[in-house]
Nanobody
Framework: QVQLVESGGGLVQTGDSLRLSCAPS????????MAWCRQAPGKEREFVAA????????YYSDSVKGRFTISRDNAKNTVYLQMNSLKPEDTAVYYC????????????????????WGQGTQVTVSS
């Protein structure tokens, strides 16, 4: 059974940084592309960032480009989302997602490309 467990969320102030982690189990991490999405109250789920299984390709939404960095450590079976210069509009529940990919450098650019999801971790940025 595939399980994705997010951690690292919390309450911070505008301009602060946070690093989210996601440690999947029940899958061979190195052959899965990984992603982070977020959902604020009353809004649709937003695709934030994704990384290929090789870490050779990444994708960011325009809203976080230049502030967030997705990375992975295949030895530790963990994917990270480093979030800098946080803004109140970054407040949301952040979800980790995984999808098996055949191409090591392929990364889906949409949540529909990911089949496994975590339960989410809350990030709140106060103004």
């Amino acid at each position: 059974q595939v399980q994705l467990v997010e951690s690292g969320g919390g309450l911070v102030q505008t301009g602060d940084s946070l690093r989210l982690s996601c440690a999947p189990s029940g899958l061979t991490f190195s052959i899965y592309a990984m992603a982070w999405c977020r959902q604020a109250p009353g809004k649709e789920r937003e695709f934030v960032a994704a990384i290929s299984r090789s870490a050779g390709s990444t994708y960011y939404s325009d809203s976080v480009k230049g502030r967030f960095t997705i990375s992975r450590d295949n030895a530790k079976n963990t994917v990270y989302l480093q979030m800098n210069s946080l803004k109140p509009e970054d407040t949301a529940v952040y979800y980790c997602a995984a999808t098996l990919t055949l191409n090591s450098d392929y990364v889906p650019h949409s949540p529909t490309g990911f089949g496994s999801w975590g339960q989410g971790t809350q990030v709140t940025v106060s103004s």
